[in-house]
């Protein structure tokens, strides 16, 4: 009977570990250039006190000490790997939201939200105001 109790246990924890997994954005995801339809970057996303943010950990498409010249702020010039391009993203029914984006080819800081596809596929949606002006990606993990 104990085994059978301990079995249950571990067999509805690992299934609950295995659903926390598949329910988060945390991961490296590469991003597809709009226009060429090539990999572009490494986004590794992450939690922190509740909240998700993404930063740059591989340039696919540029030389490795590429630096931001069109960024804002304290991000200008700074270098594109290690930089946070996606910050304060936090969990909303199903999906992500209440986040910000930033795009380092144009410098634009953009309302975002994600949301899954399937396990492997990120949609992330850029907007400004209402998220019907925007765009999505769709980002894919990396494995």
């Keep these: 009977m104990k085994k059978i109790l ?4 571990v067999w509805a924890f690992w299934c609950a570990t295995l659903t926390t997994a598949q329910d988060s954005p945390v991961g490296v995801w590469k991003t597809i250039d709009d226009k060429t339809g090539e990999p572009k970057a490494w986004i590794e996303i992450y939690e922190q006190e509740g909240k998700y943010y993404g930063k740059i950990v591989k340039l696919l498409q540029k030389p490795p000490d590429t630096v931001c010249d069109k960024c804002p ?9 290690g930089m946070i391009v996606l910050w304060d993203l936090q969990p909303y029914k199903y999906y992500w939201s209440y ?5 380092p080819n144009n410098g634009k800081i953009y309302k975002c939200s994600v949301w899954f596809e399937d396990s492997d596929k990120l949609k992330v949606r850029g907007y400004i105001g209402v998220s019907a002006i925007g765009r999505t990606q769709t980002w894919h993990r990396v494995k």
């Excluded at 986040?99 to 795009?103: H, Q, S």
């Design 6 to 9: 301990l079995s249950s246990f």
């Design 73 to 81: 702020g304290d991000k200008k010039g700074k270098p594109l790997i």
């Design 99 to 103: 986040g910000k984006i930033l795009d």
